[in-house]
């Protein structure tokens, strides 16, 4: 038995005026398309078959008439809203909401009737709305942060075993522990100094290589059951010093003309090493003692919150970039380091950062921007989702899919039976990935601007040699870029992204120099490292010049499409984000449309 469009749906529409109808178009089935965004992955469900209202005056039916009221009146350019209602034996629930563009219609007087489509009216309706709308932000709050040293930092390690002094039974932090009377901590503290460079002498240049003692750690190596040590203790010290490459003088001056230098490695004519005792320096964190002002930071999560609320009313979560977080992110390498750099993250105005001084900028610069531009720039391999009314942002791994609709079970296998042809998805096999800033600094190979990730074999498509990622908003190299002000004095858009802790520019170990770096964390090589293991086009590649291992790679295999009947229930559980089951094994919704009232999805699935 044949079922009518309209014992499966009601339409229910509302004008401008607040006037609400129920709607009767002459339209035999219709289609709902879930799409997928291309920059971030959240779906969307579209209603894809253009409504056909007209009048029936045996019915009393005059939708066409309601319509052209609106189309001929002062609130033409007003949206109309449309509910769709699914009906499902005795209950009915809402199953799509939309707003309907008068100068979308084709509209014929003459026939009294109009063929309009429909446009979704969802949670994304109002960030997308306002997604490009440039809005000044140079009105929020900001902050000083603060700098000691331009130049990188290296720290070694160095690890040895003494007979203990003394009867303890736990790890000691040497250099903070304790107090200065405590009799042990003194004369343990006695050994390190004492045998620190006797110990570690190769690996700290002889002494000769200005190092600062970071933190030294003494942990007993057996217990007995009273707990008094057997055997030898283990010693672990960490050392720092800045350090900088130098090109050749006459006179072989120092950076910054400043004494404390030290020549360690003179190959002049060509380059030199120069080292100096790195005072304040903390691992991680803050380099040198405290010197250098950066005026005006803005922190990032008050800036994309100032950007939606301000027009949408729409909170904003990321437990990744620690924006109001709810403590659901997953146990994993990439909220591991986010912890450590992106708890704080700041922005400054490339034109305030440029202008700047010891006492600030001499004056301060408007910021029209746009919440497309900043998240679409945003470093990190992120995808966002609106989740009851709240804008997530969070890495990619943050984001699971369930298992959904498995289309091999008993009820559903017959309308695949036979359907086992794919074929790959080349677009999303290249030969390499590049990633870019707003501008080079460091250049191609070197930490900040970084190496592509380069792919090899028989998967790769010869067509397509490269895709790239483009965080053009932003600049991060902080030494680079204070140190080359003239050179940008006519280039200032843009922002300037820093880790930020206690307001206190953080530092970060580089892979590709291996060398702790100002604003390290926001260096291409790092980004690579920390955050882009996963959803890479192949299960391994060449990362940093590294052969690398990734943690999730993308399905490729798009099968031909599939299609079921859906029931009401089934319907309800259906989610695009999760996996649905095929004769290849769990794979991706890459689209899927929904005939009604037929009940027919057909499901595009990927798959490894």
Same mark, same amino acid.
């Given at each position: 038995?044949?079922?009518?469009l309209?014992?499966?749906?009601?339409?229910? !529409?509302?004008?401008?005026?607040?006037?609400?109808?129920?709607?009767?178009?002459?339209?035999?089935?219709?289609?709902?398309?879930?799409?997928?965004?291309?920059?971030?992955?959240? /779906?969307?469900?579209?209603?894809?078959?253009?409504?056909?209202?007209?009048?029936?005056?045996?019915?009393?039916?005059?939708?066409?008439?309601?319509?052209?009221?609106?189309?001929?009146?002062?609130?033409?350019?007003?949206?109309?809203l !449309?509910?769709?209602?699914?009906?499902?034996?005795?209950?009915?629930?809402?199953?799509?909401?939309?707003?309907?563009r008068?100068?979308?219609?084709?509209?014929?007087?003459?026939?009294?009737?109009?063929?309009?489509?429909?446009?979704?009216?969802?949670?994304?309706?109002?960030?997308?709305?306002?997604?490009?709308?440039?809005?000044?932000? *140079?009105?929020?709050?900001?902050?000083?942060?603060?700098?000691?040293?331009?130049?990188?930092?290296?720290?070694?390690?160095?690890?040895? *075993?003494?007979?203990?002094?003394?009867?303890?039974?736990?790890?000691?932090?040497?250099?903070?522990?304790?107090?200065?009377?405590?009799?042990?901590?003194?004369?343990?503290?006695?050994?390190?100094?004492?045998?620190?460079?006797?110990?570690?002498?190769?690996?700290?240049?002889?002494?000769?290589?200005? /190092?600062?003692?970071? *933190?030294?750690?003494?942990?007993?190596?057996?217990?007995?059951?009273?707990?008094?040590?057997i055997?030898?203790?283990?010693?672990?010290?960490?050392?720092?010093?800045? %350090?900088a490459?130098?090109?050749?003088?006459?006179?072989?001056?120092?950076?910054d003309?400043?004494?404390?230098?030290?020549?360690?490695?003179d190959?002049?004519?060509?380059?030199?090493?120069?080292?100096?005792?790195?005072?304040?320096?903390?691992?991680?964190?803050?380099?040198?003692?405290?010197?250098?002002?950066?005026?005006?930071?803005?922190?990032?999560?008050?800036?994309?919150?100032?950007?939606?609320?301000?027009?949408?009313?729409?909170?904003?979560?990321?437990?990744?970039?620690? !924006?109001?977080?709810?403590?659901?992110?997953?146990?994993?390498?990439?909220?591991?380091?986010?912890?450590?750099?992106?708890?704080?993250?700041?922005?400054?105005?490339? *034109?305030?950062?440029?202008?700047?001084?010891?006492?600030?900028?001499?004056?301060?610069?408007?910021?029209?921007?746009?919440?497309?531009?900043?998240?679409?720039?945003?470093?990190?391999?992120?995808?966002?989702?609106?989740?009851?009314?709240?804008?997530?942002?969070?890495?990619?791994?943050?984001?699971?899919?369930?298992?959904?609709l498995?289309?091999?079970?008993?009820?559903?296998?017959?309308?695949?039976?036979?359907?086992?042809?794919?074929?790959?998805?080349?677009?999303?096999?290249?030969?390499?990935?590049?990633?870019?800033?707003?501008?080079?600094?460091?250049?191609?190979?070197?930490?900040?601007?970084?190496?592509?990730?380069?792919?090899?074999?028989?998967?790769?498509?010869?067509?397509?040699?490269?895709?790239?990622?483009?965080?053009?908003?932003?600049?991060?190299?902080?030494?680079?870029?204070y140190?080359?002000?003239?050179?940008?004095?006519?280039?200032?858009?843009?922002?300037?992204?820093?880790?930020?802790?206690?307001?206190?520019?953080?530092?970060?170990?580089?892979?590709?120099?291996?060398?702790?770096?100002?604003?390290?964390?926001?260096?291409?090589?790092?980004?690579?490292?920390? %955050? %882009?293991?996963?959803?890479?086009p192949?299960?391994?590649?060449?990362?940093?010049?590294?052969?690398?291992?990734?943690?999730r790679?993308?399905?490729?295999?798009e099968?031909?499409?599939?299609?079921?009947?859906?029931?009401?229930?089934?319907?309800?559980?259906?989610?695009?984000?999760?996996?649905?089951?095929?004769?290849?094994?769990?794979?991706?919704?890459?689209?899927?449309?929904l005939?009604?009232?037929?009940?027919?999805?057909?499901?595009?699935?990927?798959?490894?």
């Open positions: 038995m044949s079922v009518h309209h014992d499966k749906f009601e339409f229910h !529409i509302t004008t401008p005026d607040g006037n609400t109808f129920q709607a009767y178009p002459r339209n035999d089935k219709i289609q709902f398309k879930w799409e997928q965004d291309d920059d971030f992955g959240f /779906w969307r469900l579209n209603l894809d078959t253009a409504l056909v209202f007209c009048n029936d005056i045996t019915r009393s039916i005059t939708d066409f008439d309601r319509l052209l009221v609106v189309e001929e009146s002062d609130d033409r350019c007003q949206f109309i !449309i509910e769709i209602v699914r009906i499902c034996g005795e209950a009915s629930t809402t199953f799509w909401n939309g707003r309907i008068c100068n979308a219609g084709e509209w014929d007087k003459s026939l009294c009737k109009v063929a309009i489509k429909a446009e979704p009216d969802d949670d994304y309706s109002c960030m997308l709305d306002n997604w490009e709308k440039e809005i000044d932000f *140079s009105g929020l709050a900001t902050t000083t942060l603060t700098i000691g040293s331009l130049h990188d930092t290296e720290t070694r390690v160095c690890e040895w *075993s003494e007979g203990p002094p003394h009867l303890i039974a736990n790890t000691i932090d040497i250099l903070n522990a304790g107090s200065t009377n405590d009799e042990f901590l003194e004369s343990l503290r006695a050994v390190i100094l004492l045998n620190v460079l006797i110990q570690c002498s190769d690996l700290l240049d002889g002494g000769s290589g200005a /190092w600062t003692l970071l *933190s030294a750690s003494y942990t007993a190596a057996f217990f007995t059951t009273s707990g008094q040590i055997g030898n203790a283990h010693i672990t010290v960490s050392v720092v010093r800045e %350090y490459p130098g090109t050749c003088t006459p006179d072989a001056t120092p950076p003309a400043d004494p404390t230098w030290i020549l360690l490695t190959n002049c004519p060509t380059d030199c090493l120069w080292v100096k005792k790195a005072v304040g320096v903390v691992y991680n964190g803050a380099i040198g003692t405290v010197e250098t002002p950066l005026h005006l930071a803005y922190p990032l999560r008050s800036i994309i919150d100032y950007l939606l609320t301000a027009q949408c009313g729409t909170p904003v979560l990321s437990n990744f970039f620690n !924006i109001n977080p709810d403590a659901t992110a997953p146990d994993n390498e990439a909220y591991q380091k986010a912890a450590i750099g992106l708890t704080d993250v700041h922005v400054i105005h490339f *034109s305030d950062f440029i202008k700047d001084d010891e006492d600030g900028p001499d004056t301060h610069s408007e910021i029209p921007i746009a919440l497309k531009s900043v998240l679409t720039s945003l470093p990190g391999n992120i995808d966002i989702a609106i989740d009851a009314g709240t804008l997530r942002i969070e890495h990619v791994s943050y984001f699971d899919r369930l298992l959904m498995d289309l091999t079970h008993a009820d559903h296998v017959k309308h695949i039976t036979g359907k086992v042809q794919y074929k790959y998805d080349k677009e999303k096999l290249p030969k390499e990935e590049e990633f870019l800033w707003k501008g080079l600094t460091d250049g191609k190979g070197k930490d900040f601007d970084g190496l592509p990730i380069l792919y090899e074999g028989a998967c790769t498509d010869p067509d397509k040699k490269k895709k790239t990622f483009r965080a053009d908003l932003f600049y991060s190299n902080v030494k680079y870029l140190e080359h002000k003239a050179d940008y004095i006519d280039n200032l858009d843009g922002l300037l992204i820093i880790s930020v802790t206690d307001n206190k520019v953080l530092s970060d170990v580089c892979p590709i120099s291996g060398l702790l770096k100002l604003n390290g964390h926001f260096a291409w090589s790092t980004l690579q490292q920390n %955050y %882009y293991k996963w959803d890479r192949q299960s391994t590649g060449i990362m940093n010049g590294q052969p690398t291992t990734f943690f790679w993308m399905r490729q295999k099968q031909v499409p599939l299609k079921c009947y859906l029931c009401c229930d089934d319907l309800d559980t259906f989610n695009p984000n999760d996996l649905v089951k095929t004769q290849l094994g769990w794979g991706e919704v890459a689209d899927a449309t005939d009604e009232p037929v009940g027919v999805l057909t499901i595009n699935t990927i798959h490894h």
